[in-house]
């Protein structure tokens, strides 16, 4: 069975500091990849997606990630953190051509003044 | 263009009532999605439409639950006998190609 792993439940960083935020996935076939962003009392929100095209996938507000088949890692970053970035980031997965997604458990961004 | 709306937002019930979350998607989607998402966990798929075909409902916790979309548009996800542990956000999602979902601001159901 699928499943996406995020490591930790929260990451604090300074304002202005790189963001990386974790994603580990385990699949039998290769993934669709997601990440989204959830602010407060609101929807979920693509930030971006692989879909076996390149490797390396640019997503909106500077955000973007690298799918790494070797690590089975899609680790979201940012090179430099903005208060406006502090929200909730979920990365999820699903078959190729499966439309059911599967989820992480979230990770909290905290940005530091 | 308008998103996918959910209403009501908050929902409180009292436990053994039922309740009925409704959901409107993009026009035009095809797609529809129900997920679960407990406090400080991520989402968990509860059931998918393709037009008003449900074609999976394999995440649906218990036969108290059920969901509807009888024209193909609007959603109904209703639950019957509500339980304190049906407490929880239930975000609703609609996609056109069935790959990027759009996800609604979801309605938060707390049963006391």
């Known amino acids: 069975a699928q499943s996406v792993t995020q490591l930790g439940s929260h990451v604090s960083v300074s304002e202005g500091a790189l963001v990386l935020l974790r994603c580990n996935y385990s699949?039998?076939?290769?993934?669709?990849l997601f990440w989204y962003v959830q602010y407060p009392n609101q929807g979920l929100q693509l930030l971006l997606k692989?879909?076996?095209?390149a490797t390396l996938v640019k997503g909106i507000n500077g955000f973007e990630a690298e799918f790494k088949k070797s690590e089975t890692s899609f680790h979201l970053t940012k090179p430099s953190a903005h208060m406006s970035d502090a929200a909730e980031y979920f990365c999820?997965?699903?078959?190729?051509?499966?439309?059911?997604?599967?989820w992480g458990a979230g990770t909290k961004l905290i940005i530091k003044p | 263009g308008a998103g996918v709306s959910q209403s009501p937002r908050y929902k409180v019930a009292k436990r053994g009532q039922d309740v009925a979350l409704r959901c409107d998607p993009i026009?035009?989607?095809?797609?529809l999605f129900w997920y679960q998402q407990a406090l400080g966990q991520g989402p968990e798929f509860l059931t998918y439409?393709?037009?008003?075909?449900?074609?999976?409902k394999s995440g649906l916790p218990s036969d108290r639950f059920f969901a509807e979309r009888p024209e193909g548009s609007v959603s109904t996800l209703k639950i019957q006998r509500t339980q304190q542990e049906d407490s929880a956000v239930y975000l609703c999602?609609?996609?056109?190609?069935?790959?990027?979902?759009?996800f609604g601001p979801g309605t938060r159901l707390t049963v006391t």
């Open positions: 439409f393709q037009n008003e075909a449900q074609l999976d």
């Open positions: 699949s039998s076939v290769p993934p669709y």
């Open positions: 999820a997965v699903s078959g190729s051509g499966d439309y059911q997604l599967i």
């Open positions: 999602a609609s996609s056109l190609a069935g790959d990027e979902q759009y």
């Open positions: 026009s035009g989607h095809v797609s």
């Open positions: 692989y879909t076996s095209a």
